[in-house]
Structure formats: structure tokens, C-alpha cells
């Protein structure tokens, strides 16, 4: 395999990172833009969701195009992209202008995700692939509590624009690294040039396995995304949100690596479980009582066991050959979920009358996840598919 694999599964745990750290921009500069822009909770959700909406359109189209020309091209375009729409927000002037270059970036990130499970099922094999699978699953969380802590600061110091700014920065840097590194490994299955889907049970599996990660990622983006407006509501000032929201996010690639080994030990479905009811409690329970770093270590800690498991199961729902093609009808459903439920939280704040709203429907979500996990189990057989991770 050769060190290669790694400088290219670092360059894609660099691109997750900024992945996060872009997505959370607009969370963690909710109160300021919601008072220079008017903007109520819902209004907020509509631009936190603008990153996510062009998923629903283009990851499909994105893992044909991936198939048909290539992972270096389609991962490295969508990466320059994640860097244009950066500058997009930060020149924009104003909440349209944000929505543009999240649009943008938007595109730009369907691409990387879709695209790099496959890249990585390419490059590693046996334990090495759920071990790389869950480093890049890690680094999103990580980008997104970087975001806490960084982006009110610089947008203290030097204007909000200069929040996206920096995610455009680290956004050039995943870019370079990545094409720099990045070959077609020949130990890869062939792939057909020719535009074809999986078969009707694939896809199949393949919905059920994305509205699972679905349900796991809007929920978590639902509750990360009002969390900043809830606690400065409460009172709380930006080194305690900044200490939470961290535990929630930074204590993920710990807790996804260990879930990874876990899930071998005493099987998948347990550490799913306990890593969702842990998600589901830590949620409402943030909205029931102020206990802000209870419900925090909860989230991010045991909250984070399985992701690793979902993603390593919608990787393994499709034949080698169509991996990029089933990686973009996984993503759809993601993505769909994605560019909604942070709107439908902030609607749930509106008729709530506070963000706790949005933390009731963000743990609601998530539990959704628990059986669309057993009707996956009914329809695949994990064993085998643990077995190949």
C-alpha cells in the first residue's frame, strides 16, 4: 500500500475537516448575522441548509461523473470548489450573498464525500479500511468544533467575512495536498467507463443504508446548529458554548475509532444502538435541563461510537464496480435530509419560542436511525459485509 495511501487519506481527513469547519460557519456566527441581517430561526436553518441543498441535485449525477472520469478530476474539482464558495460568502455583502457561496461550496463538498469512501475502499483493505474509514468519519466533528472556537474570535477581530475566509484557506490546502498525491491504485476493481446504476436491490439497500446516516448527521447537525443561539439564550457566555460544543465534536474521533474496534468485538448493532440512544438522550436532554457539559460529553463520547458502522455499511451496500455510483445515491438521501432539517429545527424553535424546539425535533430525528438500521439488517447481510470491512 505504501505511504501514498496515507498522504492521500490525509489529505481527505484535511478536506473533512473543512468540511465541518465551513458547514458551521453560519451556527457559530448565528446571533451576529441573525441581528445584522433580521433574520429569525428559521431564516437561519434556511442558510445553515443552503450548504446541503445542491446534494439532493448533483450526488448522483456527481458519482456517474466520478466513474466516468475519474476520482482525481471530480474529488479535485469539487475540492477547488468548497475553496471558491468560501470567497463567494466572504465578498458577498450580505445573507444572499452567504447563501451563493454555501451553495457553492455545497457542490463542491458532494463531490468529496461521495467520492472518497470509494477512494478510500481503493486504497485500504481488511481492518485497515474501517481504521481509515473512521479517521475520515472523525474529522468532520473536528472541523465543526474548530469552528466554535475560531470563527466568533475572528470575526471579533476583523468582520465576519473573515470567518469564511479561513475556511477558504484551509480549503486551498486540502486541494494542493490532494492533487499532489493522488493516483488510481491498481490493486482497484475495474470500473466501467459507462454511465449504468447498481441493480434495484442495490439501490434499495443503498436508500435505507443513507436514510441511517441521514438520520444520524441531520440530527447532529440539527442540535449543533442551534446549540450556540440556545446557550447565549440561557446566558452562557462564548467560553462555555465554545467548551460544549468542542466536547460534542472533538470527542468524536476518539469515540469513532473505538466504536470501529467495539463494532468487531461485540458486534455492529450493539454499538449502534448504544451510540444512537446515547444521541437521542444527550439532544432532548439538552433542551429539558441546563446541564450543558453533561449533555455534551454525552453527545460527543458515546454519542459517536457508530458512524463508523453506518458509513462502512453504505460503502460495502454496493458491488466494487458500482461503489461511486451507490456512493451518490447514498448521499442523496444525506443530503436531502441535510438541506431540511436544519429549517424544520428552526421551524421547531419558532413554535417553541426558543431553540429548545430545535433540540426536541434534532433528538427526535435521530431515532429514526434505529429502524431504518433493522430494516437494513433485513435486506443485507451484515455479517458478510463486517466480515469484507
Known amino acids: 500500500m505504501g505511504s ?73 474539482a469539487g475540492l477547488a470548489l468548497m475553496t471558491l464558495g468560501a470567497l ?11 447563501a451563493e457561496g454555501r451553495v457553492t461550496s455545497g457542490i463542491g463538498a458532494v463531490a468529496m464525500i461521495v467520492l472518497q ?38 470575526a471579533r477581530a476583523f468582520g465576519w467575512p473573515a470567518a469564511f475566509l479561513s475556511g477558504g484557506a484551509e480549503m486551498a490546502l486540502a486541494t494542493i495536498l490532494f492533487l499532489a498525491a493522488y493516483r488510481d491504485t491498481t490493486e482497484a476493481a475495474a470500473v466501467p467507463r459507462a454511465f449504468s446504476l447498481p441493480s434495484v436491490r442495490e439501490c434499495l439497500i443503498l436508500v435505507v443504508a443513507g436514510l441511517i446516516w441521514t438520520a444520524y448527521t441531520a440530527g ?19 467560553a462555555l458554548t465554545g467548551l460544549v460544543v468542542g466536547l460534542a465534536t472533538w470527542g468524536n474521533p476518539p469515540a469513532t475509532l473505538i466504536g470501529g474496534g467495539l463494532a468487531g468485538r461485540v458486534g455492529a448493532w450493539r454499538t449502534f444502538a448504544i451510540g444512537t440512544l446515547s444521541l437521542v438522550v444527550g439532544m432532548a436532554g439538552f433542551g429539558l435541563l441546563d446541564w450543558p457539559v453533561t449533555w455534551g460529553f454525552l453527545v460527543g463520547l458515546p454519542g459517536a461510537l457508530h458512524p463508523g458502522v453506518i458509513i462502512a455499511l453504505g460503502t460495502l451496500s454496493a458491488r466494487p464496480e458500482n461503489r461511486a ?20 429545527c428552526g421551524h421547531a424553535a419558532d413554535l417553541y419560542g426558543s431553540p ?34
Open 325 to 344: 455510483v451507490g456512493m451518490g445515491v447514498f448521499y442523496t438521501m444525506y443530503y436531502a435530509g441535510g438541506a431540511v432539517v436544519p429549517t424544520l
Open 356 to 389: 429548545v424546539g430545535a433540540m426536541f425535533a434534532a433528538s427526535a430525528i435521530s431515532a429514526i436511525a434505529i429502524p431504518m438500521y433493522l430494516l437494513h439488517r433485513r435486506l443485507a447481510a451484515h455479517e458478510t459485509m463486517l466480515a469484507r470491512a
Open 88 to 98: 463567494l460568502s466572504a465578498w458577498g455583502g450580505g445573507a444572499a450573498g452567504i
Open 117 to 154: 469512501s470509494k477512494v478510500i475502499a481503493d486504497w485500504f483493505r481488511g481492518r485497515r479500511f474501517m481504521l481509515a474509514v473512521s479517521i475520515s468519519v472523525g474529522a468532520y466533528p473536528v472541523g465543526v468544533g474548530l469552528s466554535q472556537f475560531v470563527h466568533p474570535l475572528l
Open 4 to 76: 501514498r495511501a496515507w498522504i492521500i487519506l490525509s489529505a481527505l481527513v484535511l478536506a473533512r475537516i473543512g468540511f465541518g469547519y465551513q458547514f458551521q460557519t453560519v451556527a457559530s456566527l448565528g446571533p451576529e448575522l441573525m441581528s445584522r441581517f433580521h433574520l429569525d430561526y428559521a431564516g437561519l436553518g434556511s442558510l445553515i441548509g443552503a450548504y446541503m441543498l445542491p446534494g439532493i441535485f448533483v450526488a448522483l449525477p456527481l458519482g456517474l461523473l466520478g466513474r466516468r472520469f475519474g476520482d482525481r478530476l471530480i474529488l479535485g
Open 220 to 238: 447532529f447537525t440539527g442540535f449543533l446548529s442551534y446549540v450556540p443561539s440556545l446557550m447565549a439564550q440561557r446566558g452562557e457566555g462564548l
